[in-house]
């Protein structure tokens, strides 16, 4: 697959490492300075700009099966996806951060019925406000997700004194039927489950299971529930978008915003929240309006440093939970190793989008446990051999959690039978598609030779 890239920016450069060994990737960007960050890759790179077509015409578009604009700038990127299809690119691919623009190139959008076309516009500050307001929803968790349909769910727990589950092997462990324990993480490592796992206070815990199921996981960890007091650091899109999910929550929401005008919108935007216009690091304002007495904190600056202080002086404050936003994906890890909840970053998951849309493998990424393992989407091939699946030697970093079967969703134990066209959720460790793709040429393998055979 040839891919064109415009904008060598930090999303460019996740996008180029994930595909350059397999795909010829080429970037585009107007500032020569960023060719050094792609030294260690074998990209192709040239100074120009993604609106200029014989710029475009340079990097190849013509022949490009995916053209990928990520600048900083909405108008560069979509104007350059517009010129990339004209000049006979493949499928396009604008990133923006403004609402219009996803209105404007949806079905039936404005610019559809003109006859301008885009593939798909992905808006990463969208994904990273249901992702924040998905965790904010459920005490305790410092990680949720929902998936296929919101029929699974996901929870990540860091487990406290007195936690259910702890000092007990995970055979004898009496969890709810329909839920599983598919991850540890204990310091900097992610390991899968067995049966002699015993989980202590201080681990990163993660379970799966059917939506209604995983109801009594979350009543053992929080078993009051109340009206949610959430404070929110930053009054940007995202902040807007975690507030106006959890309005219909009915959570009493305080948003701490330095900039005037924005206090004035919020306040119309967002009638039943309380609009503070301050500084968010400032310990005396947060004092004198008890933002202390929240339950959640979410911290969503435009700035890794501010959302840092405001993180540690939430905890300093004993607010039970912080989520904090980290716009650069390699300060994820110093954020989480100071104590911060759950650090978010709005390029992993688009990045992850970008990977799905491309197809480039046999999986689905459609979730990441701490950046130290996924949860993969895979389609059993119809050709594969059926069989209970502690009989099917999937390797030891590789666990199905779930399986849709028709309209039907299984949690599976070691005697479920899996069986041709299931659709399979599977848990593993980072950058494990290859083994999983192996693990599906080998069922394939299995079935025939046992066609041959007979």
């Not at 301008?116 to 005490?139: F, S, T």
Request: hydrophobic residues 45%; aromatic residues 6%.
């Amino acid at each position: 697959m040839n891919v064109v890239i415009v904008g060598g920016g930090e999303i460019g450069t996740l996008i180029a490492a994930e595909l350059h060994e397999e795909h010829g990737v080429t970037i585009l960007d107007v500032d020569a300075d960023r060719e050094r960050g792609f030294e260690t890759l074998d990209v192709r790179f040239i100074r120009g700009s993604g609106t200029d077509p014989d710029d475009l015409k340079a990097a190849g578009v013509e022949g490009a099966d995916a053209f990928i604009a990520c600048t900083s700038n909405d108008d560069v990127n979509v104007l350059s996806c517009l010129a990339a299809k004209g000049l006979g690119a493949g499928d396009t691919l604008a990133f923006v951060t403004r609402q219009r623009y996803i209105d404007a190139f949806k079905a039936k959008g404005a610019f559809q019925s003109v006859g301008l076309l885009i593939d798909k516009v992905l808006w990463p500050q969208r994904i990273l406000a249901h992702q924040i307001a998905d965790i904010v929803r459920v005490p305790r968790a410092v990680d949720s997700a929902r998936f296929w349909r919101g029929r699974v769910t996901m929870l990540e727990y860091l487990m406290e004194v007195g936690d259910p589950f702890l000092e007990t092997a995970l055979v004898d462990l009496k969890l709810p039927d329909g839920v599983l324990l598919v991850g540890r993480i204990r310091g900097e490592e992610f390991e899968i489950p067995t049966g002699g796992t015993v989980l202590a206070v201080g681990d990163r815990v993660v379970f799966l299971g059917g939506t209604t199921e995983m109801r009594e996981v979350r009543r053992r960890f929080a078993p009051r529930r109340r009206s949610l007091n959430v404070a929110i650091v930053g009054g940007g899109n995202v902040g807007f978008m975690v507030a106006e999910a959890l309005a219909y929550d009915r959570a009493n929401i305080t948003i701490v915003e330095a900039d005037e005008e924005r206090c004035q919108k919020l306040a119309q935007w967002l009638p039943h929240a309380l609009v503070l216009k301050g500084d968010g690091t400032d310990i005396e304002l947060l004092q004198q309006e008890r933002v202390g007495d929240a339950d959640v904190m979410v911290a969503v600056t435009d700035d890794d440093g501010s959302n840092l202080l405001v993180s540690l002086l939430a905890k300093q404050l004993g607010i039970p939970k912080v989520v904090t936003r980290v716009g650069r994906a390699r300060n994820r890890r110093l954020f989480s190793r100071v104590g911060i909840d759950s650090p978010l970053t709005p390029r992993a998951a688009a990045v992850q989008e970008v990977l799905n849309w491309l197809k480039v493998d046999q999986v689905d990424h459609i979730a990441s446990i701490d950046d130290r393992a996924e949860i993969m989407e895979v389609y059993y091939p119809d050709d594969a051999d059926s069989g209970p699946l502690a009989e099917l030697e999937t390797a030891d970093d590789i666990l199905i959690a779930a399986i849709e079967r028709d309209t039907n969703v299984i949690i599976p134990r070691g005697n479920t039978v899996l069986k041709p066209g299931d659709h399979l959720l599977v848990v593993t460790v980072r950058d494990n598609v290859e083994k999983v793709e192996e693990w599906l040429e080998q069922r394939r393998e299995a079935a025939r030779a046992h066609a041959g055979a007979s």
